[in-house]
C-alpha cells in the first residue's frame, strides 16, 4: 500500500467506508458526492510568487 | 524571474483565501507580512520567522495538538498569526491553513478552549463529521 492511499483514500475506499455504515436512507452515492465536496483538498502546489500573485489579485493591491 | 523549479512550494487550504480576505479589513498591511513570510520561508522552509515561530499545538491537551498535531503558527502581527504545516523534500510544501487573530484561534488572555476546538476542527476539515451527522 502507498502512503498516499492512507491519507487520501480512492473514491471507491470513501464509497465503501460509508457504505458500510450507512443507515441514513440516503444513498451512498450522495454521501460520498457530500464528503468530497466539503472536504475540499488542499490547492496544487504553486511557487511564492504565484501564491503572492493571486492574493494580489483577491485583494486588488500590490505589494 | 520567478524560479520554475523551486524547493520550496505552497498550497492553500479551504480557509485560506476567506481568512486572508477578512484580515485585510483590519490589517491593511497584512498583504506585505505574509509576503515577507513566504519570501524567509521560501530561503530555508525551516527556519524560524521571528521569535514566535512555534507549534501551534501548545500544551499537551489542547484542541489543536489533538486535530492539528503538526501545524505551527508565526506571528505576522503582535495580534495576528499565520498557521502553516510543513511537508516533504525537494519541494518542501508549505500548507497555507489561514491567518487568524488571538481570538479566532481562542489563544488570548484568557484562552478560549470553546473557540480553540471549534477552530482546530474546522481547520482540520472534521466538520465534515457534524455536517453529516446534522443530515441524519
Redesign the interface.
Known amino acids: 500500500m502507498k502512503i498516499t492511499e492512507v491519507t487520501q483514500p480512492s473514491e471507491q475506499a470513501l464509497f465503501e467506508a460509508l457504505d458500510a455504515e450507512n443507515d441514513?436512507g440516503?444513498a451512498t452515492s450522495d454521501?460520498v458526492k457530500?464528503?468530497k465536496s466539503?472536504?475540499?483538498p488542499?490547492?496544487?502546489?504553486?511557487?511564492?510568487?504565484?501564491?503572492?500573485a493571486?492574493?494580489?489579485a483577491?485583494?486588488g493591491?500590490h505589494? | 524571474m520567478s524560479n520554475p523549479n523551486p524547493a520550496v512550494v505552497f498550497s492553500e487550504g479551504p480557509l485560506w483565501m476567506e481568512s486572508v480576505v477578512s484580515a485585510r479589513k483590519d490589517t491593511i498591511n497584512i498583504l506585505q507580512k505574509i509576503k515577507e513570510f513566504m519570501d524567509y520561508k521560501s530561503q530555508n522552509p525551516l527556519a524560524l520567522f521571528g521569535g514566535k515561530d512555534t507549534p501551534l499545538a501548545g500544551v499537551s491537551g489542547s484542541p489543536y495538538s489533538k486535530y492539528l498535531p503538526k501545524a505551527r503558527k508565526a506571528h505576522l502581527t503582535p495580534d495576528i498569526s499565520i498557521i502553516y504545516e510543513l511537508s516533504g523534500k525537494n519541494p518542501t510544501t508549505i500548507k497555507l491553513l489561514g491567518v487568524f487573530t488571538h481570538a479566532d484561534l481562542g489563544t488570548g488572555m484568557p484562552a478560549n478552549k470553546k473557540r480553540s476546538e471549534q477552530m482546530a476542527k474546522r481547520l482540520a476539515r472534521e466538520d465534515i463529521e457534524t455536517f453529516l451527522k446534522s443530515l441524519l
Do not use: C, H, K, Y
Request: glycine share 8%; no cysteine.
Open positions: 441514513t440516503i454521501l457530500i464528503v466539503v472536504n475540499g488542499f490547492s496544487a502546489p504553486m511557487s511564492g510568487d504565484e501564491m503572492i493571486r492574493l494580489e483577491a485583494l493591491e505589494v
